[in-house]
């Protein structure tokens, strides 16, 4: 099985930046493929970031430009950048395999984003 640990998160300005953390452990020798996901409150989890086959990155619209995916094999961590937050950035930030999900979910860390 792989653990999946989420951290990084907590209350920032808008303007401000974060920097989430996933570390992975258990039965996994290196990361080919992760995302970030985020559930605000009410609405259902969606996939804000993604690496697939080692290096092809794909963000959603809503994060384009201000949100950066990356992997560190030796750590067995996947980061989040975030920049220039949003109020509408505020959600519970979770990582997992891209758009189907294989591992079980993390706790979470929460990104509350201050207007």
């Known amino acids: 099985q792989v653990q999946l640990v989420e951290s990084g998160g907590g209350l920032v300005q808008a303007g401000g930046s974060l920097r989430l953390s996933c570390a992975a452990s258990?039965?996994?020798?290196?990361?080919?493929?992760m995302g970030w996901y985020r559930q605000a409150a009410g609405k259902q989890r969606e996939l804000v970031a993604a690496?697939?086959?080692?290096?092809?990155?794909n963000y959603a619209d809503s994060v384009k430009g201000r949100f950066t995916i990356s992997i560190d094999n030796a750590k067995k961590t996947v980061y989040l950048q975030m920049n220039s937050l949003k109020p509408e950035d505020t959600a519970v930030y979770y990582c997992n395999t891209p758009f189907q999900a294989l591992y079980n979910w993390g706790q979470g860390t929460q990104v509350t984003v201050s207007s």
């Open positions: 258990g039965s996994i020798l290196r990361i080919n493929a």
């Open positions: 690496i697939t086959s080692g290096s092809t990155i």
